[in-house]
Every structure is written in structure tokens, then in C-alpha cells.
């Protein structure tokens, strides 16, 4: 057999190698990273626990806060109930603005615009034909 053959049959060779190789790093890093998606999500569920108890924890502080500042537990209770309240109010306020957005009010008036004025060009050359 030629020299050259056998400097083919090991190139073949080394690139088998290396395109396994690489195989195996694919996989072993999809692997890490489904493992990573998983662990994010605990993470993320982890720390909506927390954030909602460190809430929950700093209402508790500010409605002692109230109730020393009033002398009076029921009037702390009424101040921080009316507090949520706006903050609810305004939170749903901002919540049906988003929504509105998230219909494209100017891109549907936009094509409404088009629509009229197609029909309108489309009728005038219809005119234009039967006078024609």
C-alpha cells in the first residue's frame, strides 16, 4: 500500500477521535446543564419562599411599628389593611395598563388604517373600471 494511505487511514483515525470527543463534552455539558434547570427552578421556588417570608416578616415589623407609634393594635391593624388596600388598587391598575399593551393598540390601528384605505383604493379603481 502507498505512504499516503496510511497517513489517510490515521487522519481518519485522529478526527474519529476528536469528533468523539467532542461528543462526549456535548453530552456531558447538556447533562450539567439539565441538571442546572432543574436546580434553578428549586432555587427560584426557594427563594419565593423566602421573599414572601421576609415579607411577611417586615409587615409583622411595621404593624408593631404602627402599633406603638397609635398605642393601639386594632388602629395599626386599620392603617396597614388600608395601606395594602392602595397598594392592591395600584397594583391591579398597573396590571390591566400592561394588558392594554400587550393588545398593540397602534399596530391595530395601524392596520385598521390600511384596511380603510385598501378598501377605499380598491373601490376606486373599481369606479374607475366600470366608467372605463
Known amino acids: 500500500m502507498p505512504a499516503w494511505f496510511d497517513d ?29 434547570i432543574t436546580l434553578m427552578l428549586f432555587m427560584g421556588l426557594a427563594a419565593i419562599v423566602f421573599a414572601v417570608a421576609l415579607g411577611f416578616t417586615l409587615l409583622a415589623l411595621a404593624g408593631w411599628g404602627l402599633a406603638q407609634w397609635f398605642g393601639s393594635w386594632a388602629w395599626a391593624l386599620a392603617a396597614l389593611a388600608g395601606l395594602q388596600l392602595i397598594l392592591l388598587v395600584l397594583a391591579i391598575l398597573v396590571f390591566r395598563r400592561a394588558m392594554h399593551w400587550l393588545t398593540l393598540p397602534a399596530s391595530r390601528a395601524e392596520l385598521a388604517t390600511l384596511a380603510r384605505e385598501a378598501a377605499k383604493q380598491g373601490k376606486a379603481e373599481g369606479e374607475l373600471k366600470v366608467e372605463g
Do not use: D
Not at 8 to 36: C, D, P, T, Y
Open 8 to 36: 489517510v487511514r490515521k487522519l481518519g483515525a485522529g478526527l474519529k477521535r476528536l469528533f468523539s470527543a467532542q461528543l462526549r463534552l456535548i453530552l456531558a455539558e447538556l447533562g450539567l446543564a439539565r441538571s442546572g
